[in-house]
Every structure is written in structure tokens, then in C-alpha cells.
């Protein structure tokens, strides 16, 4: 039994002795000493060449290094009828919560403002709501969203999160597809987008959604930067629409050195960290599905390429 990893950021080093302890059996072979391709029955990838998956012959089951399964459904190539699941790991879970919290507080505890007054010794106090005068809108009512929005509803804001079916979990309020995203965004004073990119959600952080927000609302986009129309947010911080953004990804990653995000003083800029892969409580996670798939039971958090997460 053999498995292919394929990671355009992370190392071997972290991986093969967590897949070697829980799994002995499994041989890990690492990208690009392949070896024969035909004897390839997992892959475990980041952003894999496009072409690559298509080389296995054999392939069985095709693993997302993260949670996130657009770096593998991009390939013109991707060979047809071999699963795909995605990494759903209570670990990241918690560490993209802790992420939106500190960002969702550091928006609404007017943050960017003190520190622009501190460069300039400005001692000035600024009107300040409770967080239960304040709603968070999220885009994505998935594994990640669920959390971010129970944990800052515990925190005392007011919650409302979008997804494509409509639903209510455990408190949660849920808006529903192109119909409700209308209601959610009329609402929403600080916007976190947590959603998959797909051919339906790309580009959906756009003028015409920053239109629809309370004036002078925030952003945090901790999903992907192809959500993001850049010239739209610059635009809308420029003209006041938008008050201040939080961007952990982008079009281009690492964001190049001339992009204006990086200078910008209502933009905070973080390096795709929101929620790092976390190879000790992954691994395990990783496995049990190639068991599942060897025992033939049913695999889990399996991804529906029509869909596009
Ligand atoms: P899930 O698959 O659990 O949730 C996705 C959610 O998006 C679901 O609620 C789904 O709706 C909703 N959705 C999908 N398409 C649409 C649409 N067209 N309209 C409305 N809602 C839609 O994903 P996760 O929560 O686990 O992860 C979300 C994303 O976060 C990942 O895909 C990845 O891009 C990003 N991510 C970023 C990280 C970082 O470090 N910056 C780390 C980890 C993930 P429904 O519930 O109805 O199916
Ligand atoms: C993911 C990510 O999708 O880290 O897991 O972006």
C-alpha cells in the first residue's frame, strides 16, 4: 500500500513520522521520487501539479491537505470517479475561531482606529458599542463557520450565517442561498467569509455585495482570495463604503511585494495562517479514512466535485 504526498508548502519532515507511527503498512513516497506511479494508491496533496493525479493509474483516493479541496478540483486533468475528501480537524476548527475572534473583536473595539491615534499621540476616546449591540454576518455555515458563530454568539453578538440550504443549528441563524443574502448582508456591521470556492462563490466579495452592507461595515476574508475583488475593496475603503478589512488570503500567495494591500491603513494583512494543517491531530484523521476506504466503509466528509466543496 503505497501513498504519494504532494505539498507545495509544507515538508515531508512533519508528515512521515506521524503517517509512519499510526500506519507502518502504509509506504509513504514523497513528490517527485514517485517511483513506479502504477503502484500509487493514495495521494495526499496541496496544490498538486495539474497533471499529476491524472499519472497514478491506480489511484484510489485522492486526500486534501486542508479543509479547503479547490487547489485539487482546479486541474484540467483530475482523473474522473476517484474520491476526493477534504480535512475537517477539530484543531484547525479551533484555531480558525480563535483567528475570527481576534479579528472580529480588534474591528469591533475600534483597534486600527487607536493605533493610528497612538502613532500620532492622540489620547481620544471613541464612541464604543457592547458586542450585543454589534452583528456578525458569516458566509459559510459549514464546519468552521458553525464554530466562529456559536463561539461569538458566546461572546455576546448577535450571529447570522449563510449558507446554500437553509437551516437552523443549535441557535445559529441561518440565510439561505442568492434569496437571503440580501437580509444577512443588510445586517452585518462585520462580515467574515469562511465559504469554499467554487465557480458559484468566486469573486463574491464584490462592490455589489459591499453595496448591500450597513455604510462603514468591515471584512474578514479567512476563505480564499479569489472571493475578493481587489479593486472593489479598495474602492469601497476609499469612498468610506468599507471601513476596514482583515485579509488572510489572496489571488496571489505569497502577496507580492507592490500590492498595495500591504501599506494600506485599514488593511491588516496575515499570511494564510488563519487556521494552519496540524500534522499530529491530522494524521489520524487522514488515516481512518484510507481504513475506511480498505475496510469499504463509508468515507468521511467526502467532497462533491459537481458541488465544488
Ligand atoms: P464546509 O464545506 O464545512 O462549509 C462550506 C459552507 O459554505 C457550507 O455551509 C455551504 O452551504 C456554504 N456554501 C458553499 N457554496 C455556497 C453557495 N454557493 N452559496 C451559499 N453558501 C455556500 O467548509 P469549511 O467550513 O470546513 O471550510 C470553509 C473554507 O474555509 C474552506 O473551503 C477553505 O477555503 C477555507 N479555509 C481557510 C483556512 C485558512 O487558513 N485561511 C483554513 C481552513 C479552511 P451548505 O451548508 O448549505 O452546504
Ligand atoms: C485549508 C487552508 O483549506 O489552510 O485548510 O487554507
Known sequence: MAL???SSVDSEARWKPQLARLMPELEVRICP?????????YALVWHPEPGLLASLPNLKLILSLGAGVDHILCD???????????????????????YIILQVLRLHRQDLDYRTQQEKGIWLELDQKNSAERTVGILGFGALGQDAGRKLQGLGFNVALWGRRQRTVEGLRGYAGRAGLP????RSEILVCLLPLTAQTEGILSASTFAMLPKGAA??????????????LLAA???GRLS?????????????????????PRIVVTPH??????????????????????EGRPLLNRVDPAQGY
Open 237 to 239: 475603503l476609499a469612498s
Open 219 to 232: 471584512l474578514i476574508n479567512a476563505a480564499r482570495g479569489g472571493h475578493l475583488v481587489e479593486q472593489d
Open 244 to 264: 476596514a478589512a482583515v485579509l488572510d488570503v489572496f489571488r496571489d500567495e505569497p502577496l507580492p511585494g507592490g500590492q498595495p494591500f500591504w501599506h494600506h
Open 33 to 41: 521520487e514517485i517511483g513506479d506511479p502504477a503502484e500509487i494508491d
Open 273 to 294: 495562517i488563519a487556521a494552519a494543517t496540524h500534522p499530529p491531530t491530522a494524521a489520524p484523521i487522514i488515516l481512518d479514512n484510507i481504513r475506511r476506504f480498505e
Open 183 to 186: 437580509a444577512l448582508l443588510g
Open 76 to 98: 484540467p486533468h483530475l482523473p474522473r470517479g476517484v474520491p476526493i475528501v477534504r480535512l475537517v480537524d477539530p484543531y484547525m476548527t479551533d484555531a480558525m475561531s480563535e
Open 4 to 6: 504519494l504526498f504532494r
